[in-house]
C-alpha cells in the first residue's frame, strides 16, 4: 500500500516564486519519528539487504562514531518495541529494520560532519563521496545551497538533544525504483507521452533528531515515497506547476526538469 500523499506531506511542499532554498522544518513528535508501512515493509526491507550484501555503496563509517551509532540503534529498537538482535555494526543492524535510510551527523571542529550511514535508496549522490564531510561539501553540486548554509548550520545547533523535527525535499523523476544511482543523471529530452503515469513525485520525508546521550551528534532519518503524478493532481493542484516554472536555470538542471519542466507545467495546468 503506498501511503497517501497529505499523510506523508501534510503542508505545503511547493513555494512556487520567488525561488529560494528554506530549512522548512517542523517540529516532531516522538512517536511519529519513522513510518511504518506493512505491506511495503518486507519488499523494502528485502531490497536493503540484497543491496547491503552485494556491497554497494551503502555504509560508510569513519572512527569515531560508534556511541552515536549504538544511540541510534537503541532509539530504533525502542521504537519497534523489541530488541535488535543480530551481529555487525549498529547502524546497519537498526536500518536492516526500518523502512527510512539512517546518516548521522557530529560536530567536530566547529562544524557538522557526516560520521556514519546506511544510505540504500539514495537520490542519484554516493554515501562514499560524502562521508566525512562537511554539510557544505556535502552540498556542493546543488546550486545556490550557499544562500542557505548558515541557516542549516544554526537550526542544527539551535535543536535540542532529544528534540526532532522534519522535512520534505521533491523531484520529478521518471524511474520508480527506490535507489536512483548517482551516476543515471541522464534526463529525457522530452515529456513523455503519458506524464500522468510515466513521471513520478518522489518526496523524501527526512527527520532530524539530536541525540541525547551523544549531544554532540544527530541522526538523520529519509524515507522515499512516490506517486505517479495523476495520482496527486488534487493534492498538488496547481502548485507544482507554479513551483516548475519558477525555478532558475541551474536548479531546474540540476533536478534533471530543464528540459521539459514549462511541458509538465502546461500540462498540470490543463489538467487543474
Same mark, same amino acid.
Given at each position: 500500500?503506498? @501511503? #497517501?500523499?497529505?499523510?506523508?506531506?501534510?503542508?505545503?511542499?511547493?513555494?512556487?516564486?520567488?525561488?529560494?532554498?528554506?530549512?522548512?522544518?517542523?517540529?516532531?513528535?516522538?512517536?511519529?519519528?519513522?513510518?511504518?508501512?506493512?505491506?511495503?515493509?518486507?519488499?523494502?526491507?528485502?531490497?536493503?539487504?540484497?543491496?547491503?550484501?552485494?556491497?554497494?555503496?551503502?555504509?560508510?563509517?569513519?572512527? =569515531?562514531?560508534?556511541?552515536?551509532?549504538?544511540?541510534?540503534?537503541?532509539?530504533?529498537?525502542?521504537? @519497534? =518495541?523489541?530488541?535488535?538482535?543480530?551481529?555487525?555494526? #549498529?547502524?546497519?543492524?537498526?536500518?536492516?529494520?526500518?523502512?527510512?535510510?539512517?546518516?548521522?551527523?557530529?560536530?567536530?571542529?566547529?562544524?557538522?560532519?557526516?560520521?556514519? =550511514?546506511?544510505?540504500?535508496?539514495?537520490?542519484?549522490?554516493?554515501?562514499?563521496?560524502?562521508? =566525512?564531510?562537511?554539510?557544505?561539501?556535502?552540498?556542493?553540486?546543488?546550486?545556490?545551497?550557499?544562500?542557505?548554509?548558515?541557516?542549516?548550520?544554526?537550526?542544527?545547533?539551535?535543536?535540542? #538533544?532529544?528534540?526532532?523535527?522534519?522535512?520534505?525535499?521533491?523531484?520529478?523523476?521518471?524511474?520508480?525504483?527506490?535507489?536512483?544511482?548517482?551516476?543515471?543523471?541522464?534526463?529525457?529530452?522530452?515529456?513523455?507521452?503519458?506524464?500522468?503515469?510515466? @513521471?513520478?513525485?518522489?518526496?523524501?520525508?527526512?527527520?532530524?533528531?539530536?541525540?541525547?546521550?551523544?549531544?554532540?551528534?544527530?541522526?538523520?532519518?529519509?524515507?522515499?515515497?512516490?506517486?505517479?503524478?495523476?495520482?496527486? @493532481?488534487?493534492?498538488?493542484?496547481?502548485?507544482?506547476?507554479?513551483?516548475?516554472?519558477?525555478? #532558475?536555470?541551474?536548479?531546474?538542471?540540476?533536478?534533471?526538469?530543464?528540459?521539459?519542466?514549462?511541458?509538465?507545467?502546461?500540462?498540470?495546468?490543463?489538467?487543474?
Amino acid at each position: 500500500m503506498v @501511503l #497517501p500523499f497529505a499523510e506523508v506531506v501534510p503542508t505545503t511542499l511547493f513555494h512556487a516564486e520567488p525561488f529560494r532554498w528554506r530549512v522548512a522544518s517542523r517540529a516532531l513528535t516522538t512517536d511519529a519519528w519513522l513510518q511504518f508501512d506493512p505491506d511495503d515493509l518486507p519488499g523494502d526491507l528485502a531490497q536493503k539487504e540484497r543491496i547491503l550484501a552485494a556491497g554497494a555503496d551503502a555504509f560508510v563509517t569513519t572512527p =569515531g562514531s560508534e556511541a552515536a551509532c549504538e544511540e541510534v540503534c537503541e532509539l530504533v529498537a525502542a521504537a @519497534l =518495541g523489541e530488541e535488535l538482535d543480530g551481529s555487525g555494526h #549498529p547502524l546497519e543492524l537498526a536500518a536492516r529494520r526500518i523502512h527510512e535510510d539512517l546518516v548521522v551527523m557530529e560536530r567536530r571542529d566547529g562544524a557538522w560532519v557526516m560520521t556514519a =550511514g546506511v544510505v540504500c535508496f539514495p537520490t542519484r549522490w554516493r554515501p562514499s563521496e560524502k562521508i =566525512g564531510r562537511t554539510m557544505a561539501v556535502i552540498h556542493e553540486p546543488v546550486p545556490r545551497y550557499g544562500d542557505i548554509a548558515t541557516a542549516v548550520d544554526r537550526f542544527f545547533d539551535r535543536l535540542q #538533544p532529544g528534540r526532532l523535527a522534519w522535512r520534505a525535499n521533491w523531484s520529478v523523476v521518471g524511474d520508480a525504483a527506490l535507489r536512483l544511482e548517482a551516476d543515471d543523471r541522464q534526463a529525457p529530452r522530452s515529456l513523455p507521452t503519458d506524464p500522468d503515469h510515466d @513521471l513520478l513525485l518522489r518526496v523524501e520525508r527526512q527527520t532530524v533528531r539530536r541525540l541525547e546521550r551523544t549531544p554532540d551528534a544527530l541522526v538523520f532519518t529519509i524515507r522515499i515515497h512516490r506517486w505517479p503524478i495523476g495520482e496527486v @493532481l488534487g493534492e498538488i493542484d496547481q502548485a507544482l506547476a507554479a513551483e516548475l516554472r519558477a525555478l #532558475p536555470v541551474d536548479v531546474a538542471t540540476y533536478k534533471n526538469l530543464d528540459h521539459w519542466r514549462h511541458e509538465l507545467a502546461a500540462h498540470l495546468d490543463g489538467r487543474g
